[in-house]
């Protein structure tokens, strides 16, 4: 049974714990992709190398979630031999036997424009930065100036910018708590997910 769902949007939008939920509670295994651009980010020297030599153990190291990797991985994915390096293990992971979710920024638009659901996961920038000031602590403002510099980028790149595929399901997270947030989306799987 091959069946991806999709699942994209800016950061700090709820997609990592939404797209946790619907692997879990449909038995998917699930890709964060910011992961591998957070990887490349995180290694140093030249990224085109860092992609086409990744390992495991990269994407292993603990210092992967802060926001300066965040911000470096933004950056290396604006590059187009960056993303290409990463495209095929993507795929192959999108249309593995047993289901898989993906989440990240084009997913539905360039990884996997067949996936059978696509979520586009959003919130206000001011609630998402609320909610990543929660996790890091610091100055709110400086978090929420970060949100806004990473939009910018991740959307206004010319190589698979961060957009809704235009059969997207949209889900505003900004007035959802975490529950309703995870209903939404698994309601939108179950509808199209029909097992043997
Ligand atoms: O989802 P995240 O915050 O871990 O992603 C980190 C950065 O990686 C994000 O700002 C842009 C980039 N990214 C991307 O360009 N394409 C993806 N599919 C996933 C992440």
Redesign the pocket.
């Known amino acids: 049974m091959i069946f991806t769902v999709a699942i994209?949007g800016?950061?700090?939008a709820g997609?990592?714990t939404i797209s946790r939920a619907v692997a879990a509670r449909f038995g998917f295994r699930h890709l964060?992709?910011?992961?591998?651009?957070?990887a490349v980010?995180a290694k140093g020297g030249d990224p085109v190398a860092a992609a086409r030599a990744l390992t495991a153990e990269d994407l292993a190291r603990d210092d992967?979630?802060t926001l300066e990797?965040?911000?470096a991985?933004?950056r290396?994915?604006?590059i187009p031999e960056v993303?290409e390096a990463?495209v095929a293990f993507?795929r192959r992971f999108a249309r593995s036997e047993g289901g898989a979710v993906?989440?990240?920024?084009?997913?539905g638009t360039?990884?996997c424009p067949e996936a059978e659901v696509k979520l586009y996961v959003t919130a206000s920038p001011e609630v998402r930065a609320h909610r990543r000031w929660l996790e890091v602590g610091g100055d709110e403002a400086q978090v929420l100036a970060e949100v806004l510099e990473?939009d910018a980028?991740?959307m206004g790149?010319a190589d698979?910018p961060?957009r809704a595929a235009d059969d997207a399901v949209v889900i505003d997270t900004t007035a959802l708590g975490i529950d309703e947030a995870v209903e939404a989306a698994c309601a939108v799987v179950r509808a199209r997910f029909r097992p043997e």
């Open positions: 994209d800016p950061a700090a997609k990592g964060d992709t910011g992961l591998l651009y957070r980010g992967l979630r990797a965040g911000q991985a933004s290396v994915a604006a993303r990463l993507q993906l989440d990240g920024r084009d997913i360039v990884i990473r980028r991740d790149r698979a961060l």
